[in-house]
C-alpha cells in the first residue's frame, strides 16, 4: 500500500524567509511524487513532480523539492516566502509497482507567511 | 476554457434524494480520475477512468456510488440514496495517460452539501 504524511498541520514563516513543508511517504516499488497548491474554493494546483533522475526538482512559482530516498522524503521548499504563497499544501504518492493509477494525498500543510 | 470544468460547482440536496455530478476533461486528456475531499483532509481516491472504461473503481465505497464515461470525454459521477455523511468536495481531474506518471489536472471541485 502506498502512503503520504505531512507532520505539520500548519507552517508560519516570515515573508522574505527560506520555507519547508514537510513529506513522507511509503511505497513497495518506486515512487512517484507530486506537490500541489489549494487555494480556498478551488480545486489542487500542480508544482512539481519528482520520476527519477536529479533529486532536486525545481517546479512552478520558484519552487523546488528534494527527494531524499533513504530518509523516503520529498520536502518542499522555497528560498525566499511571500504572502502570496499562503495556501494548502498536498504532497501525494503513486507506486509505480502497485498496478493502478491513483494518487494518494496527506492531509496537507496550511502555510501562513507573515508580512 | 482549457481546464477542467466541474458542475456544478454547489449542490445542496435532502437525504435520500439522487445527484449527478459533471466533470468536462481538458481536451486530448485520456484519463479521468475523481476524488472525494472531506473538510480537513486531502483528497481521497475513488475511481479512474483510461478512455470509456472504468479501470480501477476501488476506492468507491458502497454501490450507492457509480460513474460512467460513455464516450471518453464527460464523466458524470452518480449518488444514489444519498447520506449526510456523502457531504464533501468531490474533485474531478485529468491528465494525458494513465500509464505515463502525468500530472493530474484538477477542477475546482463541486461542493455536495446533504442536509
Known amino acids: 500500500a502506498q502512503s503520504v504524511a505531512q507532520p505539520e498541520d500548519q507552517v508560519n514563516v516570515a515573508e522574505g524567509n527560506p520555507l519547508t513543508v514537510k513529506c513522507t511517504y511509503s511505497v513497495s516499488g518506486n515512487p512517484y511524487l507530486f506537490w500541489y497548491v489549494q487555494y480556498p474554493n478551488r480545486g489542487l494546483q500542480f508544482l512539481l513532480k519528482y520520476i527519477t533522475g536529479d533529486n532536486l526538482v525545481k517546479g512552478s512559482y520558484g519552487f523546488e523539492a528534494e527527494f531524499n530516498k533513504s530518509q523516503t522524503s520529498f520536502h518542499l521548499k522555497k528560498p525566499s516566502a511571500l504572502v502570496s504563497d499562503s495556501a494548502l499544501y498536498f504532497c501525494a504518492v503513486r507506486d509505480d509497482g502497485a498496478g493502478s493509477y491513483q494518487l494518494t494525498f496527506g492531509k496537507g500543510t496550511k502555510l501562513s507567511v507573515i508580512p | 476554457g482549457a481546464g477542467v470544468s466541474q458542475t456544478p460547482s454547489n449542490k445542496v440536496t435532502e437525504k435520500g434524494k439522487y445527484v449527478e455530478l459533471r466533470c468536462d476533461p481538458i481536451s486530448g486528456h485520456t484519463a479521468l480520475y475523481w476524488y472525494r475531499q472531506s473538510l480537513g483532509q486531502g483528497p481521497e481516491f475513488l475511481i479512474y477512468?483510461?478512455?470509456?472504461?472504468?479501470?480501477?473503481d476501488s476506492g468507491l465505497p458502497n454501490d450507492r456510488f457509480f460513474a460512467v464515461r460513455p464516450e471518453g470525454s464527460v464523466s458524470t459521477l452518480k449518488i444514489q440514496r444519498t447520506e449526510r455523511g456523502d457531504s464533501a468536495v468531490y474533485l474531478c481531474?485529468?491528465?494525458?495517460?494513465?500509464?505515463?506518471?502525468?500530472?493530474?489536472?484538477f477542477g475546482d471541485g463541486t461542493r455536495l452539501s446533504i442536509l
Open positions: 481531474a485529468s491528465s494525458l495517460t494513465a500509464t505515463d506518471p502525468q500530472p493530474q489536472h
Open positions: 477512468f483510461q478512455g470509456t472504461g472504468a479501470a480501477d
